[in-house]
């Protein structure tokens, strides 16, 4: 095992783009959560299906121009639609029951969203090529650095900032940090509570579904990355804090370079240093490293 | 004796009448229930009585599966031995993770309990040398007084029942009610000077000594293991045993994980889409009926009876 910096370096800006992946995936997670106050066991299929729906999109609009960024957007759209429906139909009648209910009804969505995914597109691994201006590699020390992992590095940050300055400064956004805190008053204000809801599940879904096109080059496409990356996206929000959402960048810029450090260290250790990361948090605070503590 | 005592008998004398028919289906299948349902039973004295919502209970099952394996595989043990231990490995392991865990409740006592049962997978997983990691523990063959399925499956009857017996007579002793109380207001049952903390522990300890116990049962009927075994979808499992069963009847775990158990085995004999299946029957469980299928026959018999 060579240790030499240039090395190191390339290693930790791989982390950075995992954790630029996991960050996009999470922070819907927790925006969920901080709003709905569900666990969404269903996030990781909603990853799943945003990767699997972007490759069908690649081969539908094949010999058009930047047809991987219409596939990206045509997918995520999709996907949050999928959302929008689930929210409706599903979840919305189990807001008022125990939590144990509202978990299990989103792991049943991950039975059932997996299979559908199995009998779309069958078991084989599927692929999708990097787009054509992202291809290639920059070299930084030496080593080569692929060209799509920096625009992931830069990507990931811009859509923090942006969703921030959504939550900050606009109607919407306002409505939505005041339904974390309190539903029934922003209710008695006059707002369409239920349908803000159904938004934010939908923009949830939209940033996991978007996570899942963006990871569709640089991944195998296959049955099972639902319930992987799930448990990755929740060790990121609950060390970041469940609802925080700059507590899921800041979770995700721990678990990336974390895992990705460890296991040039301790290759078999790696991924328990995560776990134990988690419990740790839990254990001194519950509520993460950027969140508040839950008054419900 | 009580009528429902001599219901269970009559129930205990049919199950051991069925390796009779000469059916090995049913032999297998029987046994395979029994398994899993003292795995939903211990699950369900958290659960159901004492309302705390594990999320890593594979990790009790797995280390049961693991114990019992690698006791008799790479420490040489007879299986007498090696299964008789298994129920403390269980229990260690909930005593040092449950110690952790009582301290948090609802939602991030959920998520701790993952957590941990993430742990104790990745070191199944990645200790190779141990466990076989990925490829897992080939060959665990039956002892040789238990050399068939029938004499197996006779041999998971009465561990299964014996246990069933054990925790019914926790659940109805007054430690019993203490967890119910605390299951209903742990504030209050502070407040009565009951050390709510150390109960939880203890009903934890409890259940992770019989889930192990049925991850031994497991590890000889299946006479191979997996770090699978561990992963979290399996504590999700039989998460849906108990309460499609209904969790708040004592029996109920055993009958949701009878009536999983033959549902799968006859829809995977006809299509591989069985979790679509099984996830449109939580769907439907959840939204009609929330008290599982025995809270279910229990409300429309009081309505019967209310009626004539």
């Known amino acids: 095992m060579s240790f030499d910096l240039s090395f190191v370096v390339l290693q930790l800006l791989n982390g950075l783009t995992n954790a630029m992946f996991i960050f996009l995936i999470a922070s819907g997670l927790s925006i969920i959560f901080g709003v709905l106050g569900v666990l969404n066991f269903a996030h990781g299929s909603l990853y799943m299906l945003g990767a699997y729906a972007t490759y069908q999109c690649v081969s539908l609009f094949v010999d058009s121009p930047g047809q991987f960024w219409w596939a990206v957007i045509a997918a995520s759209v999709a996907v949050a639609l999928l959302g929008g429906i689930i929210e409706r139909l599903l979840l919305r009648r189990l807001y008022h029951q125990e939590e144990l209910n509202q978990l299990l009804l989103t792991y049943a969505l991950v039975l059932v969203l997996g299979d559908l995914a199995r009998f779309i597109w069958g078991v084989d691994q599927l692929s999708v090529s990097r787009p054509a201006v992202l291809r290639g590699a920059v070299e930084i020390l030496g080593q080569y650095f692929p060209k799509y992992n920096v625009f992931i590095l830069f990507l990931g940050p811009c859509v923090a900032f942006l969703f921030w300055f959504f939550m900050l400064r606009t109607r919407w956004g306002r409505m939505v940090r005041a339904a974390a805190l309190d539903r029934e008053t922003l209710g008695a204000l006059g707002v369409n509570v239920d349908r803000l809801f159904t938004v934010v599940f939908m923009i949830g879904s939209w940033f996991g579904a978007l996570g899942g096109a963006l990871v569709a080059p640089v991944i195998t496409i296959r049955p099972g990355m639902d319930v992987e990356i799930i448990i990755n996206a929740f060790i990121v929000v609950v060390i970041g804090g469940l609802g925080s959402f700059w507590g899921t960048f800041l979770g995700a810029l721990i678990v990336g370079p974390v895992y990705a450090l460890g296991i040039l260290v301790f290759p078999r250790l790696s991924m328990i240093f995560i776990y134990v990361i988690m419990v740790v948090v839990l254990m001194t605070r519950p509520w993460g490293l950027l969140g508040r503590p839950l008054q419900r | 004796m009580s009528r429902q005592n001599w219901i269970l008998i009559a129930i205990l004398v049919?199950?051991?009448?069925?390796?009779?028919?000469?059916?090995?289906?049913?032999?297998?299948?029987?046994?395979?229930?029994?398994?899993?349902?003292?795995?939903?039973?211990?699950?369900?004295?958290?659960?159901?009585?004492?309302?705390?919502?594990?999320?890593?209970?594979?990790?009790?099952?797995?280390?049961?599966?693991?114990?019992?394996?690698?006791?008799?595989?790479?420490?040489?043990?007879?299986?007498?031995?090696?299964?008789?231990?298994?129920?403390?490995?269980?229990?260690?392991?909930?005593?040092?993770?449950?110690?952790?865990?009582?301290?948090?409740?609802?939602?991030?006592?959920?998520?701790?309990?993952?957590?941990?049962?993430?742990?104790?997978?990745?070191?199944?997983?990645?200790?190779?040398?141990?466990?076989?990691?990925?490829?897992?523990?080939?060959?665990?063959?039956?002892?040789?007084?238990?050399?068939?399925?029938?004499?197996?499956?006779?041999?998971?009857?009465?561990?299964?029942?014996?246990?069933?017996?054990?925790?019914?007579?926790?659940?109805?002793?007054?430690?019993?009610?203490?967890?119910?109380?605390?299951?209903?207001?742990?504030?209050?049952?502070?407040?009565?000077?009951?050390?709510?903390?150390?109960?939880?522990?203890?009903?934890?300890?409890?259940?992770?000594?019989?889930?192990?116990?049925?991850?031994?049962?497991?590890?000889?009927?299946?006479?191979?293991?997996?770090?699978?075994?561990?992963?979290?979808?399996?504590?999700?499992?039989?998460?849906?045993?108990?309460?499609?069963?209904?969790?708040?009847?004592?029996?109920?775990?055993?009958?949701?994980?009878?009536?999983?158990?033959?549902?799968?085995?006859?829809?995977?004999?006809?299509?591989?889409?069985?979790?679509?299946?099984?996830?449109?029957?939580?769907?439907?469980?959840?939204?009609?009926?929330?008290?599982?299928?025995?809270?279910?026959?229990?409300?429309?018999?009081?309505?019967?009876?209310?009626?004539?």
């Not at chain 2, 490995?89 to 409740?105: D, S």
């Not at chain 2, 006592?109 to 076989?132: C, E, P, Y």
């Not at chain 2, 119910?180 to 203890?202: A, Y």
């Open chain 2, 14 to 308: 049919l199950m051991g009448l069925i390796p009779v028919t000469g059916s090995r289906y049913y032999v297998f299948l029987l046994t395979d229930i029994l398994i899993f349902g003292l795995f939903a039973l211990s699950l369900n004295l958290l659960l159901g009585y004492t309302g705390l919502v594990s999320f890593g209970h594979a990790a009790y099952f797995g280390i049961g599966c693991y114990a019992c394996g690698l006791l008799i595989k790479k420490a040489g043990l007879s299986f007498g031995i090696a299964f008789a231990a298994t129920g403390f490995f269980g229990a260690a392991a909930a005593l040092i993770i449950g110690f952790f865990c009582v301290r948090l409740t609802r939602i991030y006592f959920a998520l701790l309990t993952l957590a941990f049962s993430q742990i104790v997978w990745a070191i199944v997983f990645k200790w190779n040398s141990l466990t076989g990691g990925d490829t897992g523990i080939y060959d665990i063959n039956f002892p040789k007084f238990l050399d068939s399925r029938t004499k197996y499956f006779y041999f998971t009857l009465a561990v299964v029942s014996i246990s069933v017996l054990i925790l019914r007579k926790i659940v109805n002793s007054p430690f019993g009610r203490i967890l119910m109380t605390i299951r209903d207001n742990p504030e209050r049952t502070e407040f009565i000077g009951i050390n709510v903390k150390l109960f939880q522990l203890l009903a934890f300890i409890i259940s992770g000594f019989f889930s192990a116990i049925s991850g031994g049962l497991f590890a000889v009927f299946n006479h191979s293991i997996f770090p699978d075994f561990c992963y979290w979808p399996v504590s999700a499992e039989v998460l849906i045993m108990t309460i499609l069963g209904g969790m708040y009847s004592f029996f109920g775990p055993l009958v949701g994980a009878a009536v999983l158990l033959y549902l799968r085995m006859e829809v995977t004999s006809y299509t591989v889409y069985w979790p679509f299946i099984l996830g449109t029957i939580l769907i439907l469980l959840l939204f009609f009926f929330p008290g599982g299928i025995v809270g279910f026959i229990e409300n429309q018999i009081k309505r019967w009876r209310s009626s004539k």
